[in-house]
């Protein structure tokens, strides 16, 4: 039932910015070791993790001038992945260089290129306001996962876990799960909406505002491929007190055809300016993605260990089948284009 097909003409996101604050880092995406670093200029480059003259990971290397040296013999790499220096050697041969991944910074995400080069238009980055530090103050979150990136989607696709696995911390009612969301297909993707009305508002927002009895609730997210989430919901309180409106963006990206990475955010248009509002919603997060982790790494240990596995649909499968199947058509794009 699981997939290890991965679309490649797509941007992933790769890292956070700042983890390339203390070096080089080596991160597999889609099976493929590669080592981003920040060039001379600040700016970040993505690598292939092995040094073309023994292999050893690049990632192992340090920043010298604004190229990558290997640590091993010492070459040195450009940019483009071209040894430009090697020790005791006056010619640096050709064909020495690696392979490099268009890389793309926007607002605090660096997003990677796994396809054919020729084909990355960076104007399909998908548009993520909220990651602007600056207007939006957050805190950058990310979790390795010991499942594959597709079930870690199907999670995102279908919000009626949020009664049962989030019960404590996003959810807080039963009336999530019992309200059949809308879903529209987009061209890269879908929208979904869900409004649920008269529930108590979610456990978290209780604890860093005064929202308290009942409030009506509404969740509106895009989930595009590869599998990046960008939502906007809302928490309105039945008194007449005012909407609270909060952001995500989330992605998905595959480490291995077993492992993901899994990088998210929340911000909100509400006490801006209070650090103690941007600490609180990042540790809420935290808390219910560890929810969604411990579950869906039991899921997928549960239906490696058990074998043959013939999933019963229910009516909230509806967007993870339709978004399954987008995946689908784009891995057989892509080998059909190659
Ligand atoms: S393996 Fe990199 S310089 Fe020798
Ligand atoms: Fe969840």
Known sequence: MLKAEFPRNCWYVAAWSHEL??????RTILGEPLVLWCDGQGHPVALADRCCHRGAPLSMGRCVDGRLQCMYHGLKFDQSGHCIEMPGQDQVPRKARVRAYPLVQRGQWLWVWMGEPERAR?????HTPWLDAERWPYRPGYYHYQAPAELINDNLL?????????????GGSEAIAGTRPQVTPLPHGLRIERRVEGVPPAPN?????????TVNRW????????????????????????????YTCQAVTPETPHTAHYFFMGTRDFALADPAVTEAIYEGLVTA?????LIIEAQYRALREQGDFAPVATVADQALIQFRRLVEQRVAEDSAKS
């Open 21 to 26: 604050d203390e070096g080089p880092l080596g």
């Open 289 to 293: 993605f560890e929810e969604d982790r």
């Open 205 to 213: 927002i209780t604890r860093f505002t005064s929202v308290r009895g």
């Open 219 to 246: 969740f509106s997210y895009d989930f595009l491929l590869p599998g990046v989430l960008l939502m906007e919901f809302c928490t309105e309180p039945t008194d007449g007190g005012e909407p609270l409106m909060q």
């Open 158 to 170: 279908d919000f009626s876990h949020l009664s049962y696995v989030h019960e404590g911390t996003l």
């Open 122 to 126: 960076e104007a399909d980055i998908p």
